[in-house]
């Protein structure tokens, strides 16, 4: 795992592991973009999918369901975040899935090729994205797809906007980095991406931006709750060695912020992510 060392010490790392703690609340948040994804990909009963970056297991567990006689192959780069995943698919009796720790990267999926490879949010966190899109083209079968949905910039998102803002306001802004570096907002750019893709072989392409909308569970207060322990705001905190009371703080502002999107104790936030296929 040599190729996304950072990557892999990044979800051993207490804040990666943030993802087990908030699990629930930002599967629930992120449940219509795994459904608008997956409804993409047109998959088909019997496809053998493979699912890069599944985390807790949520994409998988959701793939494996729309495909009763086929199976899903559920990959990622930390085994916390894959020993969970795997007690979910037992407890479920999810018969269909199997799980690997892997650097996408680099790892030969090339024996058993698949008819398709999705991923929620996991795409963006390679090294060299050219050679992670080439290596994974191999894993597929002849005109097998690929289906991954990214998030658009913090701008287009206040799940990430108005707690960063928030932590800036309390501790103060992080130098500015690579907007294209590794993580969660790498592939904010559709064009560029796009490019990439091509540079990799695949055929096509499409990259576009989507609308959507994120439903954390637990009304404003826990809305906020999760968008703050998770995402820039986290990073700051960590960054300026923020206290407990900073973190409440934090949390109080993003609260009183969050309280635009509740509809009758529902909380819905606007968002943008965007989605890319191609196929081999």
Same mark, same amino acid.
């Given at each position: 795992?040599?190729?996304?060392?950072?990557?892999?010490?990044?979800?051993?790392?207490?804040?990666?592991?943030?993802?087990?703690?908030?699990?629930?609340?930002?599967?629930?948040?992120?449940?219509?973009?795994?459904?608008?994804?997956?409804?993409?990909?047109?998959?088909?009963?019997?496809?053998?999918?493979?699912?890069?970056?599944?985390?807790?297991?949520?994409?998988?567990?959701?793939?494996?369901?729309?495909?009763?006689?086929?199976?899903?192959?559920?990959?990622?780069?930390?085994?916390?975040?894959?020993?969970?995943?795997?007690?979910?698919?037992?407890?479920?009796?999810?018969?269909?899935?199997?799980?690997?720790?892997?650097?996408?990267?680099?790892?030969?999926?090339?024996?058993? %090729?698949?008819?398709?490879?999705?991923? $929620? &949010? =996991?795409?963006?966190?390679?090294? /060299?994205?050219? !050679?992670?899109?080439? *290596?994974?083209?191999?894993?597929?079968?002849?005109?097998?797809?690929?289906?991954?949905?990214?998030?658009?910039?913090?701008?287009?998102?206040?799940?990430?906007?108005? %707690?960063?803002?928030?932590?800036?306001? $309390? &501790? =103060?802004?992080?130098?500015?980095? /690579?907007?294209? !570096?590794?993580?969660? *907002?790498?592939?904010?750019?559709?064009?560029?991406?796009?490019?990439?893709?091509?540079?990799?072989?695949?055929?096509?392409?499409?990259?576009?931006?989507?609308?959507?909308?994120?439903?954390?569970?637990?009304?404003?207060? =826990?809305?906020?709750?999760?968008?703050?322990?998770?995402?820039?705001?986290?990073?700051?905190?960590?960054?300026?060695?923020?206290?407990?009371?900073?973190?409440?703080?934090?949390?109080?502002?993003?609260?009183?912020?969050?309280?635009?999107?509740?509809?009758?104790?529902?909380?819905?936030?606007?968002?943008?992510?965007?989605?890319?296929?191609?196929?081999?």
């Amino acid at each position: 795992m040599d190729a996304n060392k950072a990557q892999a010490d990044y979800w051993a790392s207490p804040a990666g592991l943030k993802w087990l703690e908030h699990e629930h609340a930002l599967d629930t948040a992120m449940s219509g973009m795994l459904d608008k994804m997956l409804d993409a990909a047109d998959i088909r009963s019997t496809d053998r999918i493979i699912d890069i970056g599944c985390g807790t297991g949520a994409s998988t567990l959701e793939a494996a369901q729309r495909v009763p006689d086929g199976k899903v192959l559920g990959v990622d780069i930390s085994s916390a975040l894959l020993e969970r995943a795997a007690s979910r698919a037992n407890a479920e009796g999810a018969r269909n899935t199997s799980f690997l720790l892997a650097d996408a990267q680099t790892h030969d999926f090339s024996a058993q %090729p698949f008819d398709l490879l999705v991923s $929620r &949010l =996991g795409m963006s966190f390679f090294a /060299d994205t050219v !050679a992670a899109l080439r *290596n994974l083209s191999n894993a597929l079968k002849d005109h097998g797809k690929m289906v991954f949905v990214c998030w658009a910039s913090v701008a287009k998102n206040p799940w990430f906007e108005i %707690p960063k803002q928030a932590a800036e306001e $309390r &501790l =103060g802004a992080l130098p500015k980095g /690579d907007p294209n !570096a590794p993580g969660p *907002n790498a592939f904010q750019d559709c064009d560029r991406v796009a490019d990439l893709m091509l540079r990799a072989g695949v055929s096509d392409v499409e990259a576009r931006p989507v609308d959507m909308v994120l439903t954390p569970p637990g009304g404003v207060a =826990g809305a906020a709750r999760a968008a703050s322990k998770v995402g820039p705001a986290a990073r700051i905190t960590k960054a300026h060695k923020g206290t407990e009371a900073d973190e409440l703080a934090i949390e109080g502002a993003v609260k009183v912020a969050f309280e635009q999107f509740d509809e009758g104790g529902s909380v819905r936030v606007p968002a943008v992510v965007n989605l890319f296929t191609c196929s081999r």
